[in-house]
Structures are given as structure tokens and as C-alpha cells.
């Protein structure tokens, strides 16, 4: 997410006349008026001590594997907590972006994201689709093969899930998180896309599931890899390297 005040200056002018003298008969001074008693002013009031509002603190949540996990069978349990906030730092070949989850807005979309952060899935992904004006998308499992690149785009972790398109949430601005999917409403998965650009017709339509707080230059940074014809030849994907989740209690 500039004046100036004219005045005036008035002089009033004394006219003296001419006249003769008169004799005139002294009048006593009139008598001057009695001081006027004043009272002490009351020291003032203290204002009272502004409290800061507390700096919330962040922990890093360890992993739930050593080495990337990119298939499961089923649909994660539940491993984050309504009571806790959560943040989300993407470190990719152009810098980090830092991400605040909502997992009030979104509680399944963010769960299934930490899930699958914390299982290393979208270490090496590569954001496969950028198109200038839009959006960056990313993780995609098979992203992380070059010479799998024709299909980049279609892959997913073995499950899928519905959209939570209800919170009132809208992609009215760049920096907003939510989830890439099909035409069906019930085949959200890994991936994932951040807008570049105000998209507001994907409002109502596709969840929203976090936005960001930091590294928007980051993401203004990456490849246009895609437009609407297309990939774009010769314009290579850049990678998300690691996906860090913070907590907060």
C-alpha cells in the first residue's frame, strides 16, 4: 500500500487636530483593577503506557520425511492445528517468497499444502506455467523431470480433493495463493498458483488459500514461460527448491 495560508497585516493610523489650548482640570486616576486570583494549574496526567502489540514468533515444523515423497494413496490426515497460524517460505532459484496460509478460509487446502511441504513433494517442482499479467503455477510432481516436460502440467499426488470456494475470498490483487485444478471442482491436488496480477474472474471459482506476505519482486522475477498460445520456446521454468513451513503458537 502537500499549503500555505495567506494573512494580512491591518494598521489602524491616529489623527491629531489642531486646537487651542484649554485650560483642563486634572481627574483622578482611574483605579486599577484588583488582581485577579489565579489557582495553580494541576500537574498534568500521565498518559498511560501504550502497550505494543506482541511480535508473533515463528518455528520451523520438522519434516515428516528425509527425501522427497512424490505419490501417496489416500488423501492426508490432519497434521496442522486450527489453533496455530501458519506461514509458508517457497525458495526458488530466484529468491524466497513468504507466504501466510488461511487456514480458516481454506482448512483442507492448507492442510494437503503442509502435508505435502513436510514430505519434501515440491522440492525441485518447477513453476511450469507463468504467464505475464496473470499467474505463476507450481507443483506439479513430474515438473521435476526435464525430459517429462511435455506433460508438466497434468501430474498430481495420487488423490484428489474439492474446492472451498464459500470464504468470500477474492483474487482481486497480486500476491493471492490458490489452488490449481481441472475443470472439476473435485480435482484440486498439489498444484498451485500465485497472481502476478488482479484476477478477479477466478473469484468463486478457484480456493483461496493463502497470499504473500514477502517476495512479490520475487515472483515478478520469474521466467513467462507460457502465454495463451501456449509454451513459450526457449523460456525455461524456474525451480522452487524447498518448501519451509513455519508454525506459530
Known sequence: MRSCLPFALALTGLLASCAPAATTTAQPAAPSPAPVATTPAAPATPAAPVNPAPVQS?????PLSATPVRTFSAA???????????RAVLKTSRGDVTLELLPKAAPVAVNNFVFLALNHFYDGTRFHRVIDGFMAQGGDPLSADTSRQAVWGTGGPGYQFSAEVNSG???????????????????????????????????????VFGRVLAGQDVLDKLTRNY???GPIAGAAADTLLSVQILQSP
Not at 515463528?58 to 520438522?62: G, L, M, N, S
Not at 492426508?76 to 501458519?86: G, H, M, R, S
Not at 472439476?184 to 498439489?190: D, P
Open 58 to 62: 515463528f518455528t520451523a515444523v520438522a
Open 76 to 86: 492426508p490426515a490432519q497434521v496442522t492445528d486450527p489453533a496455530k497460524t501458519y
Open 169 to 207: 475470498l477474492r483474487f482481486d490483487r497480486a500476491g493471492v495463493l490458490g489452488m490449481a485444478r481441472a475443470q472439476s471442482l473435485n480435482s484440486q491436488g498439489s498444484q498451485f498458483f500465485i497472481t502476478v496480477a488482479p484476477a478477479d474472474f477466478l473469484s468463486g471459482s478457484y480456493t
Open 227 to 229: 502465454n495463451n498460445a
